[in-house]
């Protein structure tokens, strides 16, 4: 029973067939079902292990901040290389960073 634009603080009062319905469904509720046939044991097969950068959703277009603490004379010396060097601190940190974790990564992997 719907109100013409007011609401109710009460709940809706069950009755006639939805009662039976509602008795019907919580009868049920203590039979117990047939169980599904057992799967047979499968063997997992060992897939090489991932490792962190080998993961599916990684992707390499994607830059991501890392913040690096620098001794204060070092900072000045990657600014004096970015001031009388074509490329900009980032790019010469990135020319220099990246192969250097590649090699590091294939000592430790192997790949």
């Not at 939805?18 to 057992?38: H, R």
């Not at 001794?71 to 220099?96: G, N, R, W």
Request: overall charge negative.
């Amino acid at each position: 029973m719907v109100s013409e634009g007011k609401l109710s603080s009460r709940p809706p009062q069950i009755g006639g067939r939805s009662s039976d319905a509602l008795e019907a469904f919580i009868g049920g509720a203590g039979v117990q079902a047939t169980e599904p046939p057992a799967l047979a044991p499968t063997t997992p097969e060992a897939a090489p292990p991932l490792y962190p950068w080998e993961a599916p959703g990684v992707r390499a277009d994607v830059a991501k901040v890392y913040n690096l603490r620098l001794p204060e004379p070092y900072l000045l010396k990657l600014k004096h290389i970015a001031e009388h060097t074509p490329d900009s601190m980032q790019q010469f940190c990135l020319s220099v960073l990246l192969p250097a974790i590649d090699a590091r990564i294939e000592e430790l992997t192997g790949k």
